[in-house]
């Protein structure tokens, strides 16, 4: 039986408002898989790929990496092997070009004291800006990217943070609404990017996501939130139903297939 890579064991967490915003969810995240967390504002998603990424600490119940409690485990550890992306990124710096702030993503393999940049750093964020088709912005400053491109730059980071040109088999990354100030063909070559990494390189990709078609077209599991709970986790098209939408999102839809590609057609009440 496989380890699953990530690991909820009856987590909990409040705010400290008295409103409590997860409660004893238990979930098992395996490895090589694409997810997708929906349901409605307010149901707990950020929250919970906030503790996922181990962003949040102060929780009860038990979340583990790699069978480990990430508790124990060192920042530097935990970020070799998962890189999370928030929905909302404040640049440090807007003063900085692009390729310099690319290799600030090489950290956890770097002592505190080692601000040199050598042939494989360069190589790696190189790889990166490459496979993300923003090569053009390598030598612009952070202040002259627009909104998309800042995100794919910091997308770019994460890809540099885990090193996207190995296996990555023993690797998460979670995103939190990565399709903010795209258009909709930033947003279709983002999916396609993750995606050819999850299937050629065994990364496991977790995205909140609000576009449903999206993640009936690019995800393999979804997991489904309602109040802080998981009301339903699996194969993505078993939790993204005509009935589901309908309970959960309180709206009427026919979910079509042509040549399995799978689309919901909202239906105006």
Do not use: W
Not at 38 to 48: D, H, P, W, Y
Not at 101 to 127: A, Q
């Amino acid at each position: 039986m496989h380890l699953p890579l990530l690991s909820l064991n009856s987590v909990s967490f409040s705010y400290g408002n008295g409103r409590i915003v997860l409660s004893g969810v238990n979930l098992d995240i395996s490895k090589g898989k694409f997810y997708a967390v929906i349901g409605r504002n307010g149901s707990g998603k950020s929250t919970l790929v906030n503790l996922l990424s181990g962003v949040i600490g102060n929780y009860s119940g038990e979340i583990l990496f790699g069978g480990k409690n990430i508790k124990t485990l060192s920042s530097r550890t935990l970020a070799r092997h998962l890189s999370f992306i928030p929905q909302q990124t404040q640049f440090f710096d807007m003063n900085i070009r692009v390729f310099d702030f690319l290799c600030l993503g090489r950290y956890p393999y770097k002592s505190f004291s080692d601000f040199s940049t050598g042939k494989e750093e360069k190589e790696i964020v190189n790889f990166a800006l490459d496979m993300l088709s923003i090569v053009n912005l390598k030598d612009k400053f952070l202040y002259e990217l627009s909104g998309g491109e800042k995100q794919k730059v910091i997308l770019a980071l994460a890809f540099v943070q885990l090193d996207c040109r190995n296996n990555l088999s023993d690797k998460i990354l979670i995103v939190d609404e990565p399709l903010t100030y795209l258009d909709v063909n930033y947003q279709y070559d983002i999916f396609n990017v993750l995606t050819k990494l999850n299937k050629d390189k065994g990364l496991t990709v977790m995205t909140v996501i609000h576009d449903l078609n999206i993640a009936l077209k690019y995800t393999d599991e979804t997991i489904l939130l309602e109040n802080g709970k998981i009301v339903s986790a699996g194969s993505t098209l078993d939790i993204i139903t005509q009935d589901s939408l309908e309970k959960y999102f309180m709206i009427k839809s026919q979910i079509l297939n042509f040549e399995n590609e799978y689309h919901i057609n909202f239906i105006p009440n």
